[in-house]
């Protein structure tokens, strides 16, 4: 008897091991393709991105905020967008209204609207910069250059650039492009040009110490003929003074005082008798 039972107990052992050497890769597999299937069926977009939904190559027209997103295995994919700003450096040559050649640098700063990622994704793809935006940043440079004269362009800076944004933001917006700033980074001319604004600063700095030395001249002439006619003026006072002074009877005093007791002498004419005083 504990034979029988030594001999069936080996063979349900047997059994069981053969059993458990099939089944159990198949459970593994089935774990693993449950695992994989729960994996595909999420996605994260990451901070400052939005993300696009792309189904059997058919793109949503909805888009996905950041955050974990579920999608259909296999069947849907999740593209992501970058939306924050980006910073764009443009290098290009433009003509003045008074055809100078002008060459630009400009720094543009922009990002992809969040609400518009899916058409940015669909209608021009991953590579918008080289495809949309930076040919028409060149675009507009030129058309704007076009409108100011060479010497505007250095003094009127700040009304380009703001003329750049507009009308960049025109072209770009409804493609779902924001410029959010334009800076110039630096206007360069001609050296021709150069040369003829560096001689008309010397013309001008030259014209100026003429006119200040002119006026310089004049203040002093001035203060010359300021200096003669209060002279004038003391003088005329005091011959004023001394007229008013002069009556007869100090007339007569100074006649005595100066007199040495010699008798007046008298010489006479045609026009009558005149004393002389010793």
Known sequence: IVGIVLIIAAIVIRIVVEL?????????????????????????????????????????????QEGVCFKIPFIQSIQ????????????????????????????????????MSNYVFKNI????????VQPIVNE????????YTAEQSITKRSDISEDLKTDMNKKLNENGIIVEDVNIVNFSFSEAYN???????????????????QEQKIVEANGEAEQVRIKAEAQANANSLLNNSLTDNVIKKLMIDKWNGIAPTYMGGEGGLSMLMQ
Do not use: W
């Open 195 to 213: 040369d003829a604004i560096e001689a008309k600063q010397v013309a001008e700095q030259n014209l100026l110490t003429a006119k200040t030395q």
């Open 80 to 115: 992501t967008i970058d939306n924050r700003v980006v910073k764009l450096e443009v290098q290009t040559e433009a003509c003045s209204s008074d055809l100078q050649t002008i060459t630009s640098t400009l720094a543009v700063n922009y990002r992809v609207d969040k609400q």
């Open 140 to 147: 507009v440079l030129k058309s704007i250059i076009a409108k």
């Open 125 to 132: 793809g991953a590579k918008y910069e080289d495809v949309l």
């Open 20 to 64: 458990t050497s099939k089944i159990l890769p198949i459970g593994l597999g089935i774990i693993g393709a449950v695992i994989l299937l729960f994996s595909s069926s999420f996605s994260i977009v990451q901070p400052g991105h939005t993300g696009v939904v792309v189904t059997m190559g058919s793109v949503s027209n909805s888009t996905l």
